[in-house]
């Protein structure tokens, strides 16, 4: 990522993710994720068996990416990852040998992690898939979370900032899309640029599909 160091919030730096800072940026998903409504809906997050099952799933995503090269930010404070924000970059493949290879030593708790709520889960797979139509190709945020102990202090925005720096230097690439299940989330997200598409509403929680168009695409 080039500037790497213009993207600062009150001593937050984002950089890019390195294999030593992995584990710290494993458990920051989790506390992030752990009151995010859709994951919350389908997870029992407040289990502590299932918070360590959701830490080696999102273990397993940050080794492929990084083996793969794509795009993960750490937002870092005093030496500590406090934000995380892993990007789809369709152009960069994850190895679907390399994927199996890392989920199968892990599979019965993966399965026992969904096996839960297996209805909310189909429901949430259902309601969180992309809209149809976006011009191609196009960044994907497959997770932004900052640890809650942090939030407030400006990481996710500048992690979200400097996605869309990355993207507005290539103008092969026509936006960012992203999900969220939450309200607040989503007038922070149209804050920095990004247009609601749809809202998938499940009853107990809401999808709503957002993008941001890179203004140098095409």
Same mark, same amino acid.
């Given at each position: #990522?080039?500037?790497?160091?213009?993207?600062?919030?009150?001593?937050?730096?984002?950089?890019r993710l390195t294999g030593e800072l992995t584990g710290q940026a494993t458990q920051v998903l989790v506390e992030a994720f752990k009151t995010e409504e859709t994951t919350?809906?389908?997870?029992?997050?407040?289990?502590?068996?299932? $918070?360590?099952? #959701?830490?080696?799933?999102?273990? +397993?995503?940050?080794?492929?990416y990084l083996e793969?090269?794509?795009?993960?930010?750490?937002?870092?404070?005093?030496?500590?990852?406090?934000?995380?924000?892993?990007v789809r970059d369709p152009r960069m493949p994850v190895s679907g040998k390399r994927a199996v290879v890392l989920f199968v030593p892990h599979l019965p708790q993966l %399965?026992?992690?969904?096996?839960?709520?297996?209805?909310r889960l189909l429901r949430v797979v259902k309601a969180a898939r992309c809209p149809k139509g976006l011009a191609e190709p196009f960044f994907t945020f497959e997770a932004l979370g900052v640890h809650p102990g942090h939030q407030g202090e400006g990481a996710g925005k500048a992690l979200m900032r400097a996605v869309q720096a990355v993207v507005e230097e290539d103008p092969g690439i026509s936006g960012i899309y992203l999900n969220t299940g939450s309200a607040k989330? $989503?007038?922070?997200?149209?804050? %920095?640029?990004?247009?609601?598409?749809? +809202?998938?509403?499940?009853?107990?929680?809401?999808?709503y599909h957002m993008f941001w168009r890179n203004p140098a695409f095409g």
């Amino acid at each position: #990522m080039s500037n790497e160091r213009e993207w600062w919030a009150d001593g937050i730096e984002i950089v890019r993710l390195t294999g030593e800072l992995t584990g710290q940026a494993t458990q920051v998903l989790v506390e992030a994720f752990k009151t995010e409504e859709t994951t919350a809906y389908h997870l029992d997050t407040g289990r502590p068996a299932t $918070q360590r099952r #959701m830490a080696i799933l999102d273990g +397993i995503f940050l080794r492929m990416y990084l083996e793969a090269d794509r795009p993960i930010l750490a937002a870092v404070k005093e030496g500590r990852v406090v934000g995380v924000g892993m990007v789809r970059d369709p152009r960069m493949p994850v190895s679907g040998k390399r994927a199996v290879v890392l989920f199968v030593p892990h599979l019965p708790q993966l %399965l026992a992690l969904f096996a839960r709520h297996p209805i909310r889960l189909l429901r949430v797979v259902k309601a969180a898939r992309c809209p149809k139509g976006l011009a191609e190709p196009f960044f994907t945020f497959e997770a932004l979370g900052v640890h809650p102990g942090h939030q407030g202090e400006g990481a996710g925005k500048a992690l979200m900032r400097a996605v869309q720096a990355v993207v507005e230097e290539d103008p092969g690439i026509s936006g960012i899309y992203l999900n969220t299940g939450s309200a607040k989330n $989503q007038a922070f997200y149209e804050s %920095l640029g990004y247009g609601t598409l749809r +809202i998938a509403d499940l009853g107990a929680v809401k999808v709503y599909h957002m993008f941001w168009r890179n203004p140098a695409f095409g």
